[in-house]
């Protein structure tokens, strides 16, 4: 083998040899970059619930502490009575009220409670669906109402579909154990997702008194996915919050990776 034939084929090898290390260095950087995106992705999708469950957190915590507030309400003490006595009232009042309702109209109980000091209250002091509307772009509260002992209402900040609650899951689960956090359902009356928090409400010596029930607009916890999502700094972050059934009820308009929350 001539020498020219030597050096051609030692400069070929060469050329080779620093190909397949560039594809080497290429494919050990990409590996490198896709191990940075994971783990980067796993830190932010910890991060993301971890606010969501802060999020949630203080609003259970705004529903105890006025929970404790509505004890001293007199409102609440003139609405106990006899559950044998009052029973057949309730269910009567609750029959027409769930027929007014549906027909779209109002009676003389739904105004009276729907204007009496405590509801004006719940709207004025807890609510304040104009100031977070106007803070935010939404309502946080989707509705707000308080029972009297036996499960029927006493105040509320919207008029409710029916009268009586005490055969309600979150009544009873409230009065039972002090606090109930429900799943992500659709309010077809607001329009919105919500999830519902009750709280059970005691007498200074622990005797139960009655039940608040508040329902959080989940649009704060779509705000918390939106945010991280544009704030990515690799390829954009796909978040799908699902219900606990798998029903969607958002998405951002990320590329990848995709994380799949359920509420």
Not at 85 to 112: A, H
Not at 186 to 203: K, L, P, V
Request: net charge negative; hydrophobic share 40%.
């Amino acid at each position: 083998m001539k020498i020219s034939q030597k050096l051609i084929l030692g400069v070929l090898f060469i050329i080779a040899l620093t190909a397949i290390a560039e594809y080497f260095s290429i494919r050990i950087s990409q590996k490198v970059l896709e191990d940075k995106i994971g783990r980067y992705s796993a830190t932010q999708a910890t991060m993301v619930l971890d606010a969501i469950e802060m999020k949630i957190q203080s609003r259970i915590e705004q529903v105890q502490a006025y929970a404790i507030d509505l004890s001293k309400e007199s409102t609440i003490w003139e609405h106990r009575g006899d559950f044998e006595t009052e029973n057949s009232i309730i269910q009567q009042n609750d029959q027409q009220w769930q027929s007014d309702f549906q027909q779209g109209r109002t009676n003389i109980l739904m105004d009276k409670i729907q204007h009496n000091d405590l509801s004006c209250e719940l709207r004025e002091e807890f609510v304040l669906k104009d100031f977070y509307e106007k803070a935010y772009g939404y309502p946080i509260w989707v509705e707000v109402f308080v029972t009297n002992e036996h499960g029927a209402n006493i105040a509320q900040s919207e008029i409710t579909s029916d009268y009586y609650q005490a055969d309600e899951d979150w009544w009873i689960k409230a009065k039972n154990d002090n606090l109930y956090i429900g799943d992500v359902n659709y309010d077809d009356s607001a329009g919105m997702y919500s999830i519902i928090i009750s709280s059970r409400i005691n007498d200074k010596e622990g005797n139960f008194l009655s039940v608040l029930k508040a329902e959080m607009n989940i649009h704060e916890i779509l705000d918390i996915l939106d945010e991280v999502e544009k704030d990515s700094p690799f390829s954009s972050m796909d978040f799908k919050l699902l219900t606990g059934e798998g029903y969607l009820i958002h998405a951002t308009e990320g590329n990848s990776p995709e994380f799949t929350l359920r509420c």
